[in-house]
Structure formats: structure tokens, C-alpha cells
């Protein structure tokens, strides 16, 4: 067994079983069903086996589905977190050392790491925190390499480490992954633009019950964004390490709580690709983003095309970038598409390149290529993967390009020769 289907089986295992404490697999969870060519299988009959080929080798093949649409949200995240580094606890050591020695000379960091004070723990959080925030705000790792629609806080740390890195959702976990390893106490913190009054749990528990998301848009900005709130040895810290659009956030006590009171709670101004947005960020009861995290992991199967098209996140956000495909039919749908967005960036007073097809090639795209060198290789490399994926989620037969924004006076340069005219507003 290779090692890459050695961790695609152990992925699997974690979908079945329900992990301890201590990280050793359990019971599978409740209302598991294997299948076989759509019959159930039961758990003391054996499946039926084919013969195929891999080039000149004959091979057995046995063919199961697991069916887990009627599982319920029992995963252990203590449990889970502990399997998940034990499958590799020297490489999520050195990327939290590596972080540390960023920060801190080589004594230092060893002191750090004894965590018997309140402020060697914050040490710890600030540094690794900053790391994760430093990496890309990105979903194209979504439709290259492993093409994992929704990372976990482990699959995340070592998208990080390859290069990449994630969304809100991906990085909270990542750095919730590595602090639980050492103990330290945290809560998910759920935030949106407007949501200043307080939270729907009801409405959103219903929402992760039945997935019927329709005319639910404003529970949902609730849970737009997502960040930690960490007590360490009496000391209250606020972290986010989102980037893109999101400043880096380590407030610790009254600056925390100055964004999270009840009665008078102030609101965070992000600056969204054309608007500026107030956030509020809200305490809430653990089960309602630990099941959101479930759930995008296994039962919103378009999780990976949401987050780039209905949550308008694109493929990256920087402060100085935001790129973004556009999916089209025929020369029809992608004019007007190309008008929507030429129109709107100009009444923001943003620089915006369409390119005809998949590629960078137009006054801002081979601007943010020279820039982004890497990050835009694999922007190029997503498109077989997500063009594949968005006619599976919309039908077949469609085409796509790249959307370039600049964000800032600095990545703009002269002014580009796409502008909208005045019969597109």
C-alpha cells in the first residue's frame, strides 16, 4: 500500500468510526450503511469482488459505498484531533517549532515549549497564529494536488506547509488542531457582516438538520466567518488568522471583549472586494461550528464551489489581489458576466482584467503572475479540476476564465484598458 492510500484509508476510517480520547478508533458511528452497486451490504456478509486491469496486472477489485447520510453529529474532536496527530506528530512538531524560532531564539523557544506560564502559552498561540495567517487566503488548493474539498485543521497545517493555505473555516481549525495538542483551552467564535444581534442557535441547529438553505441567507451570515476565543491561565485572547480581507486579530482582554460584549459590542470594518463591511463577532454553544465543520467535510458535497461562487471568496484574496474564475456557456453569458463585473469594480474605483479563457493574460493578470509567481501557477493548474466540478454542480458544457482585481494603488499600476462604458451602468 502506497503512502498516499495508506492516509485516504485512514480518512475513511475516521468517516466509519468514532475515535476515543486517547485517538484508538471505536464503534462506527450510528446509521452507517455500506452499499454495492445501490443494495446494502450487511456488516457479516462479504461483498462481491471484479476482476479489472492496471496496465498488464490483473487486480480484484471490490467496489463498496459508504452511505452516511443518516449519521448524526457524534464525532469526538478530542479524539479526532489526537488520530489525526498521531499520524504524523513529527511533522506538526517541527512546523510548530519552525513557527516558534520565527518569533524567538532557539533557548527561548525551548522555554516556550514547557508552557507553565500564562505567557509562555500566549507566546506559543501568538507564533503560530501568525504563521498561519501569513499563508495565502485561498481555495484553489481545493481543485489541485489532493483536490480536498474541505480541509480539516491537519490537512490545512500541511497545505500550509506545501505552500498553500485556506479559508476562515480551514485555518481555525488548523490552529485549534495544533493548541489542542498542547492543552490549550479554546472555543470557536462565529462572526458576519450586520449580525450584531444575537445569534439564531435554534435556527441554525435546524439549518445543519435538514440543509434546506433556502431563503436562509440571513441566519447564515451569522456563520460567515469564523475565529477562536482562548482563556489561557485567566487571560482572555481573541485570535483570528484569517488574512486576505481580515486583519491579523491577538487582542487580549478588554480589547477582546470590546468585540464580543453582549450589550455593547463593537463591530470589526472589513473591507470586502468592493464594500467595507462591519463584522460582529459572537460566543456561541460549541456544537453549532463543530457540526457546520462536520458538515462541510461530508454532506455539503459542493462545499469546495460554494465557498469560491456563492460566498464570492474567488480563488485568493489579498490586500493587494482578488482572483476569481467565471463560469459561462457562450459568448452571450460571458459578455454579460464580464459587463457585471467591469461595471461594479468601476463604481468601486477598482482596476479589473476578464481574460478570454483560463489564463493571466490581460494588463492585470500578467501584473499579479510577475507578484504571485507560485500562487498563480496553481491558480492556472485548478481549471481542469474545477471546470470539471462546476458541470458536475450545473450541468455540462461549460467554459471559464479568470477574473483580476486589484486591490490597492500598488498592485494597479497604470490604469487598465478594460473599463466599462457608460451603457454598462
Not at 479489472?52 to 459505498?65: N, P, Q, R
Request: net charge negative.
Amino acid at each position: 500500500m502506497t503512502r498516499a492510500s495508506a492516509e485516504t484509508l485512514a480518512a475513511l476510517q475516521d468517516l466509519v468510526y468514532v475515535a476515543s480520547d486517547d485517538g484508538v478508533l471505536g464503534e462506527m458511528f450510528r446509521d452507517v450503511v455500506f452499499r454495492q452497486r445501490g443494495q446494502v451490504v450487511a456488516l457479516e456478509s462479504a461483498p462481491g469482488g471484479a476482476v479489472t486491469h492496471a496496465g498488464d496486472k490483473e487486480v480484484a477489485l471490490i467496489d463498496v459505498e459508504i452511505d452516511r447520510m443518516n449519521v448524526r453529529y457524534d464525532r469526538n474532536w478530542a479524539g479526532f484531533h489526537r488520530r489525526r496527530w498521531d499520524r504524523d506528530p513529527d511533522l506538526y512538531s517541527s512546523f510548530i517549532t519552525d513557527s516558534l524560532r520565527r518569533d524567538h531564539s532557539e533557548d527561548e523557544v525551548g522555554a516556550i515549549l514547557q508552557l507553565v506560564t500564562g505567557e509562555q502559552k500566549i507566546e506559543l498561540l501568538g507564533s503560530l497564529a501568525r504563521r498561519i495567517w501569513e499563508s495565502p487566503f485561498e481555495n484553489y488548493s481545493r481543485f489541485v494536488d489532493r483536490k480536498i474539498r474541505f480541509k480539516t485543521g491537519d490537512e490545512t497545517v500541511r497545505n500550509i506547509i506545501d505552500g498553500g493555505g485556506g479559508i476562515c473555516t480551514e485555518k481555525v481549525q488548523a490552529l485549534k488542531f495544533l493548541t489542542d495538542h498542547y492543552g490549550l483551552q479554546s472555543e470557536y467564535l462565529i462572526a458576519g457582516p450586520g449580525t450584531r444581534g444575537p445569534v439564531p442557535e435554534a435556527r441554525l441547529r435546524e439549518l445543519l438538520t435538514t440543509f434546506d438553505f433556502s431563503f436562509a441567507k440571513r441566519e447564515m451570515r451569522y456563520w460567515d466567518h469564523t475565529a477562536l476565543l482562548y482563556t489561557l491561565n485567566g487571560t482572555t485572547v481573541l485570535v483570528d488568522a484569517t488574512n486576505g480581507n481580515i486583519p491579523f486579530l491577538f487582542l487580549e482582554d478588554e480589547a477582546a471583549e470590546s468585540l464580543l460584549g453582549y450589550d455593547d459590542k463593537s463591530p470589526l470594518k472589513v473591507r470586502m472586494s468592493v464594500r467595507d463591511e462591519e463584522f460582529y463577532y459572537h460566543r456561541v454553544a460549541q456544537d453549532i461550528p463543530e457540526n457546520l465543520f462536520f458538515a462541510l467535510e461530508g454532506w455539503i458535497t459542493d462545499a469546495d464551489l460554494m465557498q469560491v461562487f456563492e460566498n464570492e471568496l474567488g480563488l485568493y484574496i489579498s490586500e493587494d489581489w482578488f482572483v476569481t474564475p467565471m463560469a459561462f456557456k457562450d459568448r452571450t453569458e460571458f459578455d454579460d458576466l464580464k459587463r457585471r463585473y467591469l461595471r461594479v469594480c468601476q463604481c468601486a474605483g477598482l482596476d479589473c482584467s476578464v481574460s478570454d479563457g483560463w489564463t493571466l493574460d490581460t494588463p492585470l493578470g500578467r501584473r499579479f503572475a510577475e507578484q504571485e509567481v507560485e500562487i498563480s501557477q496553481k491558480i492556472l493548474s485548478a481549471k481542469d479540476h474545477l471546470q470539471k466540478r462546476y458541470d458536475e454542480w450545473d450541468g455540462d458544457g461549460h467554459q471559464t476564465a479568470l477574473v483580476t482585481v486589484a486591490l490597492r494603488e500598488s498592485s494597479r499600476g497604470r490604469p487598465t484598458e478594460e473599463k466599462a462604458t457608460t451603457a454598462d451602468v
